[in-house]
């Protein structure tokens, strides 16, 4: 099964745009009359079937449609802070969008050395990963952050804050399976002490993700496949 991104989709036909049509006609080869995999990124799932076959606005029938295709019973929110070398972030955000997650805030701390990102590069990533994972929910990508602003805002759930140093009580040990949770994640260089007493003044718990000190997109993945496996 491969699966189409449709954000707009609504009713029982669709024109898709001419990037996909030329992957489903000229790449796959496809004729009308096969079906295909289309998502709108919000839990949708719509089997169609080809009724044009044009390479530039191939356009299908909705056949079959699944509302809250494999939704989980808990959110994952990570806020981490963006790498000097964006591959490693896009690397974790493709990696984390396979393995689960719903929400991925940029933050901006005191020793980050990278303070732009380009939020619609990072939101191609995510869609082609999605896509790659036959998955029917787009994680949402906000815009950078600074900490001190991010870790003041509401968040119905648990929070926690990854720290290097001292000797933390271990993610696993903490989180309560099926919650929503928020982790953050720090940059090269890790939080700033005073960041992490700002986080703990805001119902911020300090966790280990193991021994071993790590980067910052192998940190903020470890810590996203622990959710997930803690609530399989």
């Known amino acids: 099964m491969q699966i189409f991104y449709c954000p707009d989709l609504k009713g029982d036909a669709y024109l898709l745009n001419e990037d996909e049509s030329k992957h489903i006609i000229r790449v796959l ?4 009359g096969d079906h295909i995999h289309l998502t709108d990124g919000k839990g949708g799932l719509f089997k169609a079937e080809l009724i044009d076959d044009h390479p530039k606005r191939c356009a299908v029938s909705i056949v079959e449609s699944t509302t809250e295709y494999e939704k989980r019973n808990f959110k994952l929110h990570m806020a981490v802070a963006p790498t000097k070398n964006m591959s490693r972030y896009e690397w974790f955000l493709e990696k984390a969008t396979e393995i689960g997650i719903d929400a991925i805030s940029p933050i ?3 020793h980050s050395e990278r303070k732009d990102v380009k939020v619609q590069r990072l939101e191609k990533v995510i869609v082609s990963a ?3 994972s036959l998955k029917a929910y787009v994680p949402q990508i906000d815009e950078p952050i600074k900490f001190k602003n991010f870790v003041k805002q509401a968040f119905n759930g648990q929070k926690f804050i990854a720290y290097c140093e001292g000797k933390p009580t271990h993610l696993k040990e903490l989180y309560k399976a099926n919650s929503d949770v928020l982790i953050l994640i720090g940059p090269e260089g890790d939080f700033s002490p005073e960041e992490v007493k700002l ?5 911020f718990k300090i966790i280990s993700l193991g021994n071993a000190r790590l980067r910052t997109e192998t940190a903020a993945l470890a810590a996203c496949h622990a959710i997930n496996f803690i609530n399989d």
């Open 29 to 32: 080869r496809l004729k009308n």
């Open 108 to 110: 901006i701390c005191d």
């Open 130 to 132: 999605i896509k790659q």
């Open 199 to 203: 986080a703990q003044e805001n119902g």
